[in-house]
Nanobody, 125 residues
Framework: QVQLVESGGALVQAGAPLRLSCAAS????????MGWFRQSPGKEREFVAA????????YSADSVKGRFTISRDNAKNTLYLQMNSLKPEDTAVYYC??????????????????WGQGTQVTVSS
């Protein structure tokens, strides 16, 4: 079992940076691929970014490329999402996801086994 706890969500102005963290605990959590998804009111949950277990491969949604960077520190069992140049349309609840050991489609939420409770990011214009 893997537990995921997100933190770092806040209310910020457009253009500001923000970094989200996801602390993972549980057996073999550092060997799982991980990702970030987000959900805005009235919309379906959507893919934001993902990273392989060793961190050498990353994937990002077109809407965040060049602005968001995903990274991980396996020694600390922590996943990060550095968000720069935030826009009002980035407002959402951001969720951390992990595992299983092999994921064929990093972009699909159905590929992930474990989920955090989410952290709210609100970007004001």
């Amino acid at each position: 079992q893997v537990q995921l706890v997100e933190s770092g969500g806040a209310l910020v102005q457009a253009g500001a940076p923000l970094r989200l963290s996801c602390a993972a605990s549980g057996r073999t959590s550092s060997s799982f691929p991980m990702g970030w998804f987000r959900q805005s009111p009235g919309k379906e949950r959507e893919f934001v970014a993902a990273i392989s277990w060793h961190g050498r491969r990353t994937y990002s949604a077109d809407s965040v490329k060049g602005r968001f960077t995903i990274s991980r520190d396996n020694a600390k069992n922590t996943l990060y999402l550095q968000m720069n140049s935030l826009k009002p349309e980035d407002t959402a609840v951001y969720y951390c996801a992990a595992g299983p050991a092999y994921i064929s489609n990093y972009y699909s939420q159905t590929s992930y086994t474990y989920w955090g409770q989410g952290t709210q990011v609100t970007v004001s214009s």
